[in-house]
């Protein structure tokens, strides 16, 4: 049977353990959020998935509402959202995306919807899989990488997907959430727009 399947399987796993486990830490978040910005403690937006596919991806609030229309998001992060970016405490609302079977635990990240007409081919082949919540290019540089290398890194995962590879990006994944690694100032969180 291909790991494809057993991927499935893992996937329900982690994401049902890991929910139960961090509800209780998630449900007073999401209450802190709302004090803190008056209103849904979450962000939602639509994203390409397996084959482009669009799909409604959750995340917990890092940004206050814009006061003008010229205001940057580096400007709009709050020092919450900063904390939650740095650990990535802000993709855990992705598990209930991994549940409902949009994404995977381990994949390309989904960009932007306004992306999809500047890819070419060979591009697109990243979404031959089931985005992640983490993947191969997040754990070779994240933000640090320009567009093609994350392309490349992408491609390559999807070309080499096996049950090893996924434990290897767990563990590298953990590693650099613990350690504080690939942190970065307000100013960097933000990831250029992709332009072809």
């Known amino acids: 049977m291909p790991y494809v399947f057993y991927k499935r399987c893992l996937d329900l ?3 049902v353990v890991g929910i139960t486990l961090l509800l209780p830490g998630m449900v007073i ?22 084959h482009g596919r669009s799909f409604t991806i959750y995340k917990f609030k890092t940004l206050s509402a814009p006061t003008h229309p010229a205001q940057t998001d580096a400007e709009r992060i709050t020092y919450i959202g900063y904390l939650l970016r740095k650990y990535s405490v802000d993709e855990l609302p992705q598990l209930l995306n991994v ?10 990240r989904p960009l932007l919807l306004e992306y999809l007409p500047l890819y070419g081919p060979h591009h697109f082949n990243r979404h031959q899989v089931k985005p992640g919540m983490t993947g191969w290019a997040q754990v070779h ?47 960097n969180l933000f990831v250029q727009k992709y332009n072809k």
């Open 29 to 50: 978040l999401s209450i802190l959020l709302v004090w803190i910005y008056k209103e849904n403690p979450f962000f939602t937006q639509i994203r390409p998935g397996k």
């Open 99 to 108: 549940i409902k079977g949009d994404m995977s635990i381990i994949g390309p």
């Open 13 to 15: 796993l982690i994401a």
């Open 141 to 187: 540089g994240r933000n640090d990488l320009p567009w093609e290398e994350k392309f490349t890194l992408d491609i390559w995962y999807v070309n080499n997907i096996s049950f090893l590879i996924d434990l290897k990006i767990i563990c590298l994944t953990l590693i650099k959430i613990c350690t504080g690694e690939g942190v970065y100032p307000k100013e």
